[in-house]
T-cell receptor
Framework: AQSVTQLDSQVPVFEEAPVELRCNYSSSVSVYLFWYVQYPNQGLQLLLKYLSGSTLVKGINGFEAEFNKSQTSFHLRKPSVHISDTAEYFCAVTDNDYKLSFGAGTTVTVRA | DSGVTQTPKHLITATGQRVTLRCSPRSGDLSVYWYQQSLDQGLQFLIQYYNGEERAKGNILERFSAQQFPDLHSELNLSSLELGDSALYFC??????????????FGNGTRLTVT
């Protein structure tokens, strides 16, 4: 069975600063990895996904993530954040099952 | 707007009662998933339906049941409610049956409060 660990529960960051959200996964087989974002009072929205191919994945709103198989990681980055990036971010994994397993989430608070 | 509609947005009920949550998937999506989000458990997968049939089961309690109707909308029934069932319940839909090649689109959730 697969599982996901998000290493930071809260990340405060100043506007225009870079941010990195850490995600590690465990699985005995090949995995497919995702980052979702949840804005206040809304459902989750897909930011980006890794299925195969290039380990650097670009998503919406300037986010990107890098898949590192040897370190079983899929960290999310943005070089310059905006106030509007304040949200909760979820890393998720599936191993070709029908179940998408989510991490506990990382709350990003962007301050002016 | 994800195109997934969940009703009601809020629900307040008492312990021991039964409630029904409703989900209309995006047009063209055949899969419906139900997730429970709580502060202590995070996002937990409950159940998936694909084209009217149960496809996968997660951490769904026996007091909970779901179904997907011929028009593809889905209902999640929660019975003998307990205080610990208070949570945000999300519905998500996707075109295909597999989560890896068919991204999930989430509704805005139904917030259930059991008093």
């Amino acid at each position: 069975a697969q599982s996901v660990t998000q290493l930071d529960s809260q990340v405060p960051v100043f506007e225009e600063a870079p941010v990195e959200l850490r995600c590690n996964y465990s699985s005995s087989v090949s995995v497919y990895l995702f980052w979702y974002v949840q804005y206040p009072n809304q459902g989750l929205q897909l930011l980006l996904k890794y299925l195969s191919g290039s380990t650097l994945v670009k998503g919406i709103n300037g986010f990107e993530a890098e898949f590192n198989k040897s370190q079983t990681s899929f960290h999310l980055r943005k070089p310059s954040v905006h106030i509007s990036d304040t949200a909760e971010y979820f890393c998720a994994v599936t191993d070709n099952d029908y179940k998408l397993s989510f991490g506990a989430g990382t709350t990003v608070t962007v301050r002016a | 707007d994800s195109g997934v509609t969940q009703t009601p947005k809020h629900l307040i009920t008492a312990t021991g009662q039964r409630v029904t949550l409703r989900c209309s998937p995006r047009s063209g999506d055949l899969s419906v998933y139900w997730y429970q989000q709580s502060l202590d458990q995070g996002l937990q997968f409950l159940i998936q339906y694909y084209n009217g049939e149960e496809r996968a089961k997660g951490n769904i309690l026996e007091r909970f049941s779901a179904q997907q109707f011929p028009d593809l909308h889905s209902e999640l029934n929660l019975s003998s409610l307990e205080l610990g069932d208070s949570a945000l319940y999300f519905c998500a839909s996707s075109v295909g049956a597999s989560t890896y090649n068919s991204p999930l689109h989430f509704g805005n959730g139904t917030r259930l409060t059991v008093t």
